[in-house]
């Protein structure tokens, strides 16, 4: 027999285990599904090998996969009949389900919902009233529009709403805006203020759930890897106080001794993004030896 615990445990019958495993609603195509995939490897969830999968049941870690179309996630997870799940802030608003809340921001597939319609035919929302608005989104809209007390005449369509102007179904659109190369594409210009700004997001559902948190501690720790880069470098000990305030890390940098005492090893956790604005930064305080090195994983 097996000596190790995680095997064993995985040999279990599902029946037999004392927690039920946690239910996960994940993207099964779409925009959201690679990257939602990615991340949940990254995390060290076993997902699905074939894209056709629906179900997968990753023992090890206690949690089961169920693979659904992006736009129906918050309609399981806010019943209650899947736990979590991961969607588009714009899916779970338009989905209007009170069960299900966002609990937080994964950090891709960032875009905005904005209104649309041939360059200069409108300023404002206001004059939206009576046209027809083509969307793949009517509860998002529906509810934009009610709270401000504009009736307008909803198209729904299920995608490429952008076309739905110049082949005369619609007067404008309100669709996903990324790059904006779709709308210049159809000769589109946005108008009104944003409706949202949405990313991917995990959600869960009316109650908390057992093992939400291990999950949720998972994913935080690969948004870490992916947002921070470990610096190491050597300064001058009495430095020290400049470089903290240059970049001061997530609780307080780690300052070793060197052999020679008037110089310390300093690590910090940077902001990817602004890894080499810190590095010019540390080097014209007297910093030296400055070195970059990739997060893996993190649990902060
Ligand atoms: N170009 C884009 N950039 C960023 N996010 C996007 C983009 N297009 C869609 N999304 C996001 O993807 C989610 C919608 O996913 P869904 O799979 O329903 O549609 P889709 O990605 O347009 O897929 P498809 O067009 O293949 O049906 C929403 O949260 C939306 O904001
Ligand atoms: O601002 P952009 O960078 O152009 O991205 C936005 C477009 O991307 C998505 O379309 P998708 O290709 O998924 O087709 P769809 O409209 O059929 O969903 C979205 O619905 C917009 O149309
Ligand atoms: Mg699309």
């Known amino acids: 027999m097996s000596t190790d615990i995680s095997e064993r445990r995985s040999a279990l019958p599902l029946r037999d285990r004392k ?17 939602a995939a990615e991340m949940l490897a990254e995390a060290g969830y076993t997902g699905r090998r074939d894209s056709k999968d629906l ?9 089961e996969f169920f693979y659904l179309r992006p736009k129906d996630i918050a309609t399981y997870v806010g019943s209650g009949a899947l736990d979590v799940g991961i969607t588009g802030r ?33 300023t404002d929302v206001s004059e ?20 401000r007390g504009i009736a307008v005449d909803l198209v729904p369509l299920d995608g490429a709403v952008e076309s739905a102007v110049r082949l005369g179904v619609a007067d404008a659109v309100a669709d996903v805006v990324e790059t904006g190369t779709t709308l210049r594409q159809a000769g589109l210009e946005v108008f009104g203020p944003e409706i ?24 935080r720790g690969v948004l870490v890897a992916r947002q921070y880069v ?25 300052i070793s001794p060197l052999r020679d005492p008037a110089w310390v090893a300093v690590r910090v956790m940077v902001p990817r993004k602004s890894v080499n604005t810190t590095m010019d930064d540390l080097y014209a ?16």
């Open 230 to 254: 470990l610096v190491d470098y050597d300064l001058p000990a009495d430095l020290v106080d400049d470089a903290v305030a240059i970049a001061g890390g997530i609780e307080s940098p780690t």
């Open 285 to 300: 305080i007297g910093a030296r030896a400055i070195l970059v090195t990739a997060i893996d994983n993190a649990r902060l």
């Open 196 to 219: 949202l700004r949405s990313e991917a997001v995990l959600i869960a559902g009316p109650s908390d759930v057992e093992g939400t948190e291990r999950l949720l501690r998972r994913l």
């Open 55 to 63: 179900h997968v049941i990753d023992p090890v870690n206690e949690v």
């Open 90 to 122: 714009d899916l779970l608003l338009d989905a209007r389900m009170p069960g299900a809340r966002e609990i937080e921001r994964l950090g891709f597939a960032g875009s905005t919902f904005r209104f649309a319609a041939p360059t200069g035919t409108f």
């Open 19 to 35: 927690t039920p495993m946690l239910r996960i609603a994940v993207p099964n195509k779409g925009s959201l599904a690679e990257t």
């Open 128 to 147: 939206l009233a009576g046209k027809r608005i083509a969307t793949s989104y009517p509860g998002l809209v529906d509810a934009f529009l009610d709270e």
